[in-house]
């Protein structure tokens, strides 16, 4: 990595035994070529870890929590209905794996379900059919007067795989290789890796949105109620949630992937009455589309950051 990419990391901690938890998780990140930031906050007791948590990074789908949001605060003021039906043309959806992006033929879908597909298996046309109803500008507006300052609406999901293919055509390997490379020389070559163009946020700024979210302290109760729902329902689990599965547990999260981000926020909520709000932004140095390693670090983090923050 490049001399930026082996500084030493800003950590928090409330005392040196938290603190000696982020230094390992982030030992840990930078021996498998990782950059990023990590946060762990006690929702109740307000104790805290991680490192370089104020750093502004590109969201990927993690950006589809505080569009959720938006759209949910919509509906809990009467502006918007959950069961408006929206017809969804796939010649003219988004790019992705999964839900109405790999959709062949045209559907109708409520409101409801979009948020419903976009966080639970990351719809991405599902997203940018929601942001066609509430326009970015507007999600944007809206979090600012929330006092998100940190967390940056800018543009449609699809817009991050149009620049990538305005750099590197077709070729996502190519595109890959121009992000490593980008991110060696600061420089940013896709727009939307730029977090002065992209959708951004910071551990911290993510992980006060969640507090506030759990703690009805954002919006309505209803719409803060029914994002912890479809939160929960999320079916990707081999990052934070992967070292957290017990009968005991309960994890509600998102994560977001792009090129070289590999990125989770998310609660989990112990029977003991333990809550712990996550943020997990990465970026790795390697030209790889899977990255299992990485994956596993992400859920070690959170496993970590759990024990030594709950009561």
């Known amino acids: 990595m490049s001399a930026a990419g082996v500084r030493r990391p800003v950590y928090v901690g409330d005392d040196g035994a938290l603190r000696d938890v982020a230094e390992a998780i982030a030992t840990d990140w930078a021996a498998l070529g990782v950059r990023g930031s990590f946060l762990a906050r006690n929702l109740d007791t307000g104790e805290q870890l991680g490192f370089d948590i104020e750093e502004l990074i590109p969201l990927a789908s993690v950006v589809k929590v505080p569009l959720a949001l938006v759209v949910l605060d919509r509906i809990a003021a009467g502006d918007l209905d959950p069961a408006t039906p929206v017809p969804v043309d796939p010649a003219r959806s988004s790019v992705g794996h999964t839900g109405l992006a790999a959709f062949r033929y045209p559907a109708i879908v409520a409101v409801g379900d979009l948020l419903l597909m ?116 999320q079916v990707f689990t081999q990052r934070l949630a992967s070292e957290l599965r017990a009968d005991t547990l309960r994890w509600s999260g998102k994560t977001g992937t792009f090129l070289h981000l590999r990125h989770e926020i998310g609660v989990v909520e112990a029977e003991s009455g333990d809550r712990v709000a996550m943020a997990a932004l990465t970026r790795a140095d390697r030209c790889a589309g899977l990255a299992p390693d990485v994956e596993l670090a992400i859920g070690v983090a959170g496993r970590e950051a759990f024990e030594a923050l709950r009561g």
């Open 118 to 233: 976009m966080l639970s298996v990351s719809d991405n046309a599902a997203a940018d059919t929601v942001l066609g109803l509430v326009p970015v500008a507007d999600v944007d507006e809206r979090l600012r007067a929330w006092g998100c300052g940190d967390i940056r609406v800018r543009h449609r999901m699809n817009h991050m795989y149009e620049c990538a293919a305005g750099a590197a055509g077709n070729d996502f390997s190519l595109a890959l290789e121009l992000a490593l490379r980008d991110e060696r020389a600061d420089r940013h070559t896709i727009e939307t890796l730029d977090p002065a163009h992209a959708n951004v946020g910071s551990a911290a700024a993510l992980v006060e949105l969640l507090r506030r979210v759990w703690c009805d302290e954002i919006s309505a109760p209803s719409a803060t109620a029914e994002l912890r729902r479809l939160m929960s329902l």
